[in-house]
């Protein structure tokens, strides 16, 4: 049942920036900075759990890397996008600060960021929950925003952006995620059940929103 569950979150999981709910305010302005190639070197994505941090993260590396449409999402049948969402891109690299709060794992992030992409066009480092890491890892990492490469993009998610230095939060263009409304979930909740034709009633959809957070 537990990999059923998986499966299925996994199936569902944005894809495109315009499947990401409640967020309009901050695809919008990223598929702006892709159409018009105003790409900045680092980005903090932060706002509570489970509002669509990592996944825009990893669209966001999309549409860096793969073909695009005119209006800046990446386009779904691509190679790039392909090999994103089944996580065996090379070029995107995703660091889990709660298991890896260090200062091994910055100094070998610092050390591999002067490698050149893989195969794209950036090389996209996706580092979640990042207020977990140690003083001296943000330092490091402090190190590496300071002096970017020109084909690396950083991207840092967090729930707890207070807990961030100052220092690191201004090298970086900031997102705030917006806690879903329960018109956002229920939304959502309908484009699902419609595509996997389940039949619920809408009582049973405002019960799930509302007991969602």
């Not at 979640?128 to 003083?135: A, I, N, R």
Request: glycine share 4%; with cysteine.
């Amino acid at each position: 049942e537990v990999t059923t569950n998986q499966v299925f979150y996994r199936k569902w999981r944005p894809t495109r920036f315009d499947e990401v709910a409640g967020q309009q305010h901050v695809t919008q302005t990223l598929k702006r900075a892709i159409t018009t190639d105003r790409v900045s070197h680092a980005y903090l994505f932060t706002g509570p759990r489970g509002v669509g941090k990592t996944s825009t993260a990893r669209i966001l590396a999309k549409a860096l890397n793969s073909e695009i449409t005119e209006d800046g999402e990446p386009v779904a049948g691509s190679a790039v996008s392909v090999a994103i969402d089944e996580g065996r891109y090379l070029d995107l690299i995703e660091i889990d600060a709660a298991s890896n709060r260090g200062i091994d794992a910055i100094r070998e992030l610092r050390d591999n960021v002067q490698f050149r992409p893989v195969s794209g066009k950036y090389k996209v480092y996706i580092i979640d929950e990042v207020h977990m890491l140690t003083e001296p890892a943000f330092n490091a990492l402090l190190k590496t925003l300071e002096e970017p490469p020109p084909s690396i993009v950083m991207i840092l998610a967090t729930t707890d952006a207070h807990k961030l230095p100052a220092t690191v939060v201004s090298r970086c263009q900031r997102f705030d995620f917006r806690r879903l409304s329960n018109d956002d979930v229920i939304e959502r909740l309908i484009e699902v059940c419609d595509a996997e034709g389940i039949e619920v009633e809408p009582a049973v959809l405002e019960m799930i929103a509302r007991t969602a957070w």
